[in-house]
Nanobody, 113 residues
Framework: VQLQASGGGLVQPGGSLRLSCAASGFTFNSYAMSWYRQAPGKQRELVATIGSGGSINYADSVKGRFTISRDNAKNTVSLQMNSLKPEDTAVYYC????????WGKGTLVTVSS
């Protein structure tokens, strides 16, 4: 099983980034896919989830700014992040959940001027 996240980087406040996660080794379209993040000194928190049927949930802190999507043909899940704030700075992790839970290595997002 592999979950490979990409797309992190340094962006100014108000800017945008798009994270992608490429999955392999499991039945992607059966799994709920999520993005989590962990800021320095803080616990990992759920950012957004998209179910196997397409249902979506967001953390209150990102509603209206972030959009999660999935492409079952390409086994990818993406997170479009707009209007970024310094408090969005964190390592972002891709997660797959069904009967098992899989984690990818994170990608660092830094929002700073």
């Amino acid at each position: 099983v592999q979950l490979q996240a990409s797309g992190g980087g340094l962006v100014q406040p108000g800017g945008s980034l798009r994270l992608s996660c490429a999955a392999s080794g499991f039945t992607f379209n059966s799994y709920a896919m999520s993005w989590y993040r962990q800021a320095p000194g803080k616990q990992r928190e759920l950012v957004a989830t998209i179910g196997s049927g397409g249902s979506i949930n967001y953390a209150d802190s990102v509603k209206g700014r972030f959009t999660i999507s999935r492409d079952n043909a390409k086994n990818t899940v993406s997170l479009q992040m707009n209007s970024l704030k310094p408090e969005d700075t964190a390592v972002y992790y891709c997660n797959a959940w069904l009967s098992s839970t899989y984690w990818g290595k994170g990608t660092l997002v830094t929002v700073s001027s």
